[in-house]
């Protein structure tokens, strides 16, 4: 059956045969223009209204699910690179993390917020440090809302004013607060940033979209501005693998953002925004795992152990580390435990790369922490029990006394020490020793430094010569290992 459009459709001179099932749409479009119900519409409007439609059908169809007891789908396959679901993907993202960085204070807003604050508040006559009650702070959100806009409003809530801890007649410290607010922006901008890099859009950073992060920094932080183009490569990768190893204990390869934000170590690498300034500053740039002195250590100390220049550490040049105070039993260990398991050559010996070398640095330089413990401990878990016995401890502890007499100290009792270890930790079990015992007994970094190196037996066994020395350092004769 056929016909033609209606004759009150402009632009036919003579009648076209068409199936009339095919015009259906035709004339139902032309009928919804001349209406004029689509005209006028906002983007805003017409979004509202697609989210409400989509939150239908979703609400439907968990409803649909529900009631004939479907198990709901928990996993989606990522689309395929290229493919329209991909592309509307990666442009919804990019409109979110823009809308978020619109609405995010800037450089010059802090410093307006900032000068709102010092302008509207009191001098506490007894501190000395300004601060600001209730209603002050209320009037100072809508001062601030009109010299800055309403994009610092969500600050100035009651419930953050409760954050804070107020004197006797309530009143906030306003440093305190612009702190938070500092905080609050920084890490806003970092968890945008990060969000921009990662391609899968999971919430989580690979090895290289980290370095990629980092390297986007290093102009913004004034102590690497001069960094020499050649290392930066380099120090990125090192950077980053402290966030691995502290934010990616399962090695999985990838690291949670939501972690990494919370961590310490971010916290650690912006501290590199402020000059340094004199030696004390110097010394604190040694410690910052982060600075460029720490990168360049941690390079010439492998460069001095790989004797034979082939690019990998073998036990015996391992042993050389830290002037060769950690014992011979611990490095073997190392090797058996966290590096057998790593790359290595037909026909060749087991020797340590730099990837392993930094993680075997971060764990003796963190022992105290969680990750750094757990490195160790696997070391010190001679059967692979999940324990350490009695036995243990006289095993790990001989090398530490061979090395104790040897610098000239006095003979060392290995039962009293092995009792002394045992105080430390008060295991539940008084038989053996756990990885949950030493941890939650919060020396457990210091025993296994007692076990593992001659120089934190010493520093154990002059702990008290070394607090009345009043931060002044001692230091082993290790010329005499």
Same mark, same amino acid.
């Given at each position: 059956?056929?016909?033609s459009?209606?004759?009150e459709d402009?632009g036919?001179?003579?009648p076209?045969?068409v199936?009339?099932s095919s015009?259906?749409w035709?004339?139902n ?5 001349r209406?004029?119900i689509?005209h ?5 409007r017409?979004?509202h209204e697609?989210?409400?439609?989509l ?22 396959? #990522? ?5 329209v ?6 442009l919804?993202?990019?409109?979110f993390?823009?809308k978020?960085?619109d609405?995010?204070?800037?450089a010059?807003?802090l410093?307006?917020l ?11 006559e007894?501190?000395?440090?300004v ?5 002050d702070f209320?009037?100072?959100?809508s001062?601030c809302?009109?010299?800055i ?6 600050f ?6 409760? #954050?804070?801890?107020?004197d006797?007649s309530?009143?906030i ?17 970092a ?20 370095e ?17 183009a050649?290392?930066?490569q380099?120090?990125?990768h ?8 502290f ?6 390869g990838k ?9 310490n ?29 720490s990168?360049q ?12 220049g082939?690019?990998t550490l ?16 611990f490095i073997q ?7 057998h ?14 990837e ?8 003796l330089?963190n ?7 757990t ?18 401890i ?9 090395k104790w007499v040897q ?7 290995t039962?009293?020490v ?12 008084p ?10 007994? #919060? ?6 430094s ?6 934190g037996?010493?520093a154990?066994?002059n ?17 005499r290992?």
């Amino acid at each position: 059956m056929s016909s033609s459009v209606d004759e009150e459709d402009e632009g036919y001179d003579e009648p076209v045969p068409v199936v009339m099932s095919s015009m259906l749409w035709v004339r139902n479009l032309r009928r919804y223009i001349r209406s004029g119900i689509g005209h006028g519409r906002s983007e805003a409007r017409m979004e509202h209204e697609t989210r409400r439609i989509l939150l239908n059908m979703y609400k439907e169809k968990h409803r649909k699910n529900a009631e004939a007891g479907i198990i709901p789908s928990f996993y989606k396959k #990522k689309p395929e690179d290229g493919s329209v679901s991909h592309t509307v993907q990666r442009l919804a993202k990019y409109r979110f993390l823009k809308k978020q960085s619109d609405i995010l204070l800037n450089a010059d807003d802090l410093d307006a917020l900032w000068q709102c604050l010092r302008e509207n508040c009191l001098v506490d006559e007894t501190t000395g440090s300004v601060k600001v009650n209730y209603e002050d702070f209320c009037q100072i959100a809508s001062l601030c809302t009109e010299q800055i806009g309403p994009k610092c409003r969500r600050f100035f809530s009651p419930s953050n004013f409760t #954050k804070f801890e107020k004197d006797e007649s309530g009143r906030i410290a306003i440093l305190s607060f612009y702190l938070y607010v500092m905080r609050t922006v920084s890490l806003t901008q970092a968890r945008i940033d990060m969000s921009e890099l990662e391609e899968d859009s999971d919430g989580f950073l690979q090895p290289y979209e980290m370095e990629a992060y980092i390297r986007g920094l290093i102009p913004n932080l004034a102590q690497l501005r001069d960094m020499p183009a050649e290392f930066v490569q380099m120090y990125c990768h090192i950077a980053t693998h402290k966030f691995f190893f502290f934010c990616d204990p399962n090695r999985r390869g990838k690291a949670c953002i939501k972690k990494i934000l919370l961590s310490n170590c971010l916290q650690e690498l912006m501290e590199l925004h402020q000059e340094s300034e004199g030696d004390a500053a110097d010394a604190d740039q040694t410690e910052n795992w982060f600075s460029l002195a720490s990168s360049q250590r941690i390079c010439d100390t492998f460069l001095d152990l790989d004797k034979d220049g082939n690019g990998t550490l073998s036990e015996e040049e391992l042993q050389e580390y830290a002037d060769g105070t950690l014992t011979d039993i611990f490095i073997q260990r190392a090797f058996d435990e966290h590096v057998h398991h790593g790359k290595t050559v037909i026909g060749l010996a087991w020797e340590m790369d730099f990837e392993s070398f930094l993680d075997f640095v971060l764990a003796l330089e963190n022992k105290d922490t969680p990750e750094g413990l757990t490195f160790i401990f696997k070391c010190l878990d001679l059967q692979g029990k999940g324990c350490l016995t009695a036995p243990d401890i006289h095993i790990l502890f001989r090398d530490v006394r061979e090395k104790w007499v040897q610098i000239g100290n006095y003979e060392l009792c290995t039962e009293d020490v092995r009792d002394e270890i045992w105080d430390m930790v008060k295991p539940v079990d008084p038989l053996r020793i756990t990885l949950s015992n030493m941890m939650s007994c #919060k020396q457990g970094g210091t025993v296994a430094s007692m076990l593992i190196d001659v120089r934190g037996f010493w520093a154990h066994d002059n702990r008290e010569n070394l607090l009345q020395e009043d931060g002044e350092s001692l230091d082993i004769d290790v010329d005499r290992v």
